[in-house]
């Protein structure tokens, strides 16, 4: 359920535990409503937008939220009600509420517990060629479902980074504070750290079991960046002691220059033994969709059989026929949840009575077959 998100005065829709298909023309309103679902997970959500962007351009819903996203979510036979929005604070601020069960929820990764979640925009088609930190959040975004800590962990380490260079370049320089701050760096950014390595490794336990199914090259991931090797070798004290010692070329700098904030994801693409950024943009798609593939059925493994929700914008766009029917087949055998988005209903045929379709036009959702 909606209120006064983006183009969306207010919208409900109720979906099966199968696939979902959104089809209509550009600007319909059918990303709209994945960057909502998204909002359900931890973090910033598919857009990474700003949370005011996300109200409504237009005339809000009297009495309600600046804008609001909730859910029913099923699963193990409990339900959960969860939802989130930008509401005013007594201050006139505007701050994020995040609640769970009709409770407050301290914050946003306490929905990690819940929803796990993966998406793929078109935007990502770039991930291989531009800078490290697209590549660092769309891995740490798959890192989230096999690690729900690690929301906490990374806002942890964020935190305490900003106030200690706000410390470097303003004073006071008290030791002690600073030593505080670096040791939550340490510890935290520890565990991030550690989080990607297992994740990096699951998946490409995942992509070898692949292989080469349904059409989608495997792939070969690799964590890059000094941090990592370090915290492997000496652990959380030695990233603390790196940090200490660094303080005044940091200062100097204006910024952290070293950290698992600056980590890059390396991938290759294994049959052709080549780096992804080296690979066609359709290569470099395939790559995309064989790594969120492996995730989902490495978290559906982890977690008796309950595979991750989706988010597959504009998915079917640059894709054949037959790795179309390839990607769908995989959802399918999965059980996933998958929501797809696309301008042309017709591709999305071999889906008709195997998923939940809808037209959208005017950010309105409309069911297109039964559920036969």
Known sequence: MLTNFRSYAACEIAVSERPVVLAGPNGAGKTNLLDAISLLAPGRGLRGAKLGEHRRKGPAVPGEALWAVAASVTQDGETYEIGTGLVLAANGAERRQVRLNGAPAPSSADLGEIVRMAWLTPAMDRLFIEGASGRRKFLDRLVFGFDSPHARNTARYEQAMRERARLLAYGPRDPSWLDGL??????????????????????????????????????????????????????????????????????????????????????????????????????????????????????????????????????????????????????????????????????????????????????RPMRVQSDE
């Open 182 to 363: 670096e040791s939550e760096m340490a510890e935290a950014g520890t565990a991030l750290a550690t989080a990607r390595a297992d994740a990096v490794q699951r998946l490409n336990n995942a992509l070898a079991e692949r292989g080469e199914a349904g059409a989608f090259p495997s792939a070969q991931l690799s964590l890059e960046g000094e941090a990592d090797l370090l915290i492997a070798e000496e652990g959380e004290e030695g990233l603390r002691a790196r940090l200490e010692r660094m303080r005044m070329r940091d200062a100097e700098a204006g910024r952290t220059i070293f950290g698992p904030h600056l980590s890059d994801l390396s991938v290759r693409h294994a049959p052709k033994r080549a780096n992804a950024r080296e690979c066609s943009t359709g290569e470099q798609k395939a790559l995309l969709i064989s790594i969120v593939l492996a995730h989902a059925r490495a978290l559906s493994a982890t977690h008796e059989g309950r595979a991750p929700i989706l988010l597959l914008d504009e998915i079917a766009a640059h894709l054949d026929a037959m790795r179309r029917a390839a990607l769908f087949d995989e959802i399918l055998a999965l059980g996933a949840q998958a929501w797809m988005t696309g301008t042309d209903i017709a591709m999305f045929a071999p889906l008709r009575g195997r998923a939940d379709i809808f037209e959208v036009a005017d950010s």
